[in-house]
Structures are given as C-alpha cells and as structure tokens.
C-alpha cells in the first residue's frame, strides 16, 4: 500500500491557460474522489467515480473542469481557461467499497496558483 | 442535506492538559461522522470514525470522539496534549449511502509549552 499519489505538488500557471492534475489511487480501491480546498476551509467535494463511471459532480464543479478515470485506475482532472478563483489545493480521495460510511483515504494534493 | 459545524476556528492548549474540539452535526439519515487531522504540507489523515456502532470511538494517537444522537454532537477529545498534536482537526459527515464526505469548516489546535 502505496498510498494516494498526487501529481504534480505545486502547479502555477497564467490567467488563460489549461491545467492537468493525475491522481493514482490506492491499487485496489474503486471509489476515487476529487476534492478542493482553499485558504482556511475545509476540502469541498467536486467529483467521484465508481471505477470509470464518474458518479456524481457538485455544482462548483464549472464547464471549465473536466475529470477523467478511463481505466478505472487513475484519474486527471483538467482546468481549461484557469481564472484566479481557481487558485486552491486539489486532492484526490480513493476508497474501498460501495457504501458512504468507507474511509477516504487523502493524497497530499496539488496546490494550484493562477497568476 | 448534511452539515457540521465545528464551533471553535482555533483551540490552544498547554502540552499535558486534556483537548476538547467541538462539532454539531445535521443530517437527515443516520449518519457516518469521522475525524481527520492534516498536519502542514501534509495529506489528511483518518483519526476516527462513528458508523452506528459504539457510541465511544477509539482513534489513533489517544484520541477518542463521542456520537450523541440527542445533542447531535461528536466531540473530539484527548486526556493529554502532545506538541505533535497541533495540526489543523477536520469534523466529517456522510450520511451513509450518500457517496461524499462533508467537510467542517476546520479547528486549528495549537500546543503551547
């Protein structure tokens, strides 16, 4: 057990342009989520998929934002046009099982800065 | 809908004496609660979780939590504070079959000499 691995850690890009971060699940975990946090909150959910079946997306989750898991093993998550509201720290989640009470087990994130 | 609450942004305590970090939470079904802690640069980490079970949960590091349903409250606690303590205490609700964790807004404990 490897952990969830982020990558990259840091990412600063210009007004405008397009962004990707991976996310690598623990190995046998089905459910992998993305969550983002910004300065003094606490992480909000963004999205979550059931192996390749992206499940649900919250409402913060913009046109802009797009998440991928084509094998059911890692994910990417693509910011186009980033705008400096993006600016926050992205995690990645992963878990085992099909029922909301399974643990989440957290990356140690992406921290995005939009200039 | 879910909700928590954490009622205090920041707690400070000598190293030695108990902690005591607050969270009320609001949920329709019977809910999941879980404590995570994230130390600086750091991923968050499971302490504890409550999924209907004994009311009292035992976490990792001497920390325990107490689910009371009347209150609506999952209090934090340890009898000793340790300097490694001080990190950034997250409140957590699920409500069970729901697919995501709400977070609280988060409780920063401090750890003084």
């Known amino acids: 057990d490897t952990g969830v691995s982020q990558d990259p850690r840091h990412k600063i890009t210009k007004r405008g342009q397009n962004v990707t971060f991976r996310c690598d699940p623990i190995?046998?975990?089905?459910?992998l989520y993305w969550y983002r946090q910004t300065l003094g909150q606490g992480p909000e959910f963004l999205t979550y998929?059931?192996?390749?079946?992206?499940?649900?997306k919250s409402r913060l989750l913009s046109d802009r934002f797009s998440a991928e898991r084509p094998k059911g093993s890692f994910s990417t998550l693509e910011i186009q046009r980033t705008e400096q509201g993006d600016s926050a720290m992205y995690l990645c989640?992963?878990?085992?099982?099909?029922?909301?009470?399974?643990?989440?087990?957290f990356g140690n994130g992406t921290r995005l800065t939009v200039t | 809908a879910q909700s928590v609450t954490q009622l205090d942004s920041h707690v400070s305590v000598s190293e030695g004496t108990p902690v005591l970090l607050r969270c009320n939470y609001s949920?329709?079904?019977?809910?999941?609660l879980f404590w995570y802690v994230q130390h600086p640069n750091k991923g968050l980490q499971l302490l504890l979780k409550?999924?209907?079970?004994?009311?009292l949960v035992k976490g990792i590091n001497g920390f325990e939590a107490e689910f009371k349903k009347s209150e609506t409250s999952f209090h934090l606690t340890k009898p000793s504070a340790h300097m490694s303590d001080a990190a950034e205490y997250f409140c957590?609700?699920?409500?069970?079959?729901?697919?995501?964790?709400?977070f609280g807004t988060g409780t920063r404990l401090q750890v003084t000499l």
């Open positions: 989640a992963s878990s085992l099982g099909d029922r909301g009470n399974s643990p989440l087990h």
């Open positions: 190995s046998e975990h089905n459910r």
């Open positions: 998929f059931q192996n390749e079946a992206q499940l649900e």
């Open positions: 949920s329709s079904y019977s809910p999941s």
């Open positions: 409550y999924t209907s079970a004994a009311t």
């Open positions: 957590v609700v699920s409500d069970g079959g729901a697919s995501k964790l709400t």
